[in-house]
C-alpha cells in the first residue's frame, strides 16, 4: 500500500526559531495535508495543499506541494511554546470521502 | 456539543470482554470513518462510511464490526481483541460532495483503548 516518509522523526529546537520538516512517498497524491496533534486530542488539519508546486501559508507555517505529487514540506517560522505537538503529513490518492494515508509524525519539542 | 465527539476517552478491557465505541459529529457531515494509531506508527484507516454505507474496509480483523446506523453517529464494535489492538482509536467525519475533491476530515478526540 501507499507509505509516506516523514522527517524528522523528532526536533529539539529552541522558541523563536524556524522549523522545517518532510514528507516523501513512492506514491502520487491529489491532496496533500499536514495536520497537528496535541496531547489528548486528534488531529486538526493545519494546511491542505491541491496543486503540484502549489505553495499555501496559514500564519507562520508554509507548505509546498511537490512537483511530482509525491512530496511536501511544511515550515514554522519563528516558533513559539503552542507549536509543541506532533506534526502529520497525510494524502489522499482520490477525492470526497476516501480515507488518508498518513506519516509517522514529526514530535516537536521546544526547549526553554 | 460541536464538532467531533468521542466516548469513552479511556476503556481497559479484557481479551473476552465484548465493548463499542461511539463516535457522534455534530457537523452537519455524511460520511464517516474509523482510524487506528498506535504507538511510533502512522494513523491507519480502518473503516469508511459514507451516506451510511461502507465504501472501504483495510482488511481489518473481523473482531472489528463498525455500524453507521445514521450520519451522524458511527460506532465500533469490539470482541475477543488482543493486547496488540491497544491503541488510540480516532472518529473523523466530512461533507461528501459530487465533485471529488478533498473534504477536510475532522477528527475526534479519540478513545484510548487498552486491552489486558
Known amino acids: 500500500g501507499q507509505q509516506l516518509n516523514q522527517s524528522p522523526q523528532s526536533m529539539f529546537i529552541q522558541e523563536g526559531e524556524d522549523v522545517s520538516m518532510n514528507c516523501t512517498s513512492s506514491s502520487i497524491f491529489n491532496t496533500w495535508l499536514w495536520y497537528k496533534q496535541d496531547p489528548g486530542e486528534g488531529p486538526v488539519l493545519l494546511i491542505a495543499l491541491y496543486k503540484a508546486g502549489e505553495l499555501t501559508s496559514n500564519g507562520r507555517l508554509t507548505a509546498q506541494f511537490g512537483i511530482t505529487r509525491k512530496d511536501s514540506f511544511l515550515n514554522i517560522s519563528a516558533s513559539i511554546p503552542s507549536d509543541v505537538g506532533i506534526y502529520f503529513c497525510a494524502g489522499q490518492i482520490g477525492g470526497g470521502a476516501d480515507g488518508l494515508t498518513f506519516g509517522k509524525g514529526t514530535h516537536l519539542i521546544i526547549q526553554p | 456539543e460541536t464538532g467531533v465527539t468521542q466516548t469513552p476517552r479511556h476503556l481497559v478491557m479484557g481479551m473476552t470482554n465484548k465493548k463499542s465505541l461511539k463516535c457522534e459529529q455534530h457537523l452537519g457531515h455524511n460520511a464517516m470513518y474509523w482510524y487506528k494509531q498506535s504507538a511510533k506508527k502512522p494513523l491507519e484507516l480502518m473503516f469508511v462510511?459514507?451516506?451510511?454505507?461502507?465504501?472501504e474496509n483495510n482488511s481489518v480483523p473481523s473482531r472489528f464490526s463498525p455500524e453507521c446506523p445514521n450520519s451522524s453517529h458511527l460506532f465500533l464494535h469490539l470482541h475477543t481483541l488482543q493486547p496488540e489492538d491497544s491503541a488510540l482509536y480516532l472518529c473523523?467525519?466530512?461533507?461528501?460532495?459530487?465533485?471529488?475533491?478533498?473534504?477536510?476530515?475532522?477528527f475526534g478526540p479519540g478513545t484510548r483503548l487498552t486491552v489486558l
Open positions: 462510511y459514507s451516506l451510511e454505507e461502507r465504501v
Open positions: 473523523a467525519s466530512s461533507s461528501r460532495p459530487s465533485g471529488g475533491e478533498y473534504n477536510e476530515q475532522f
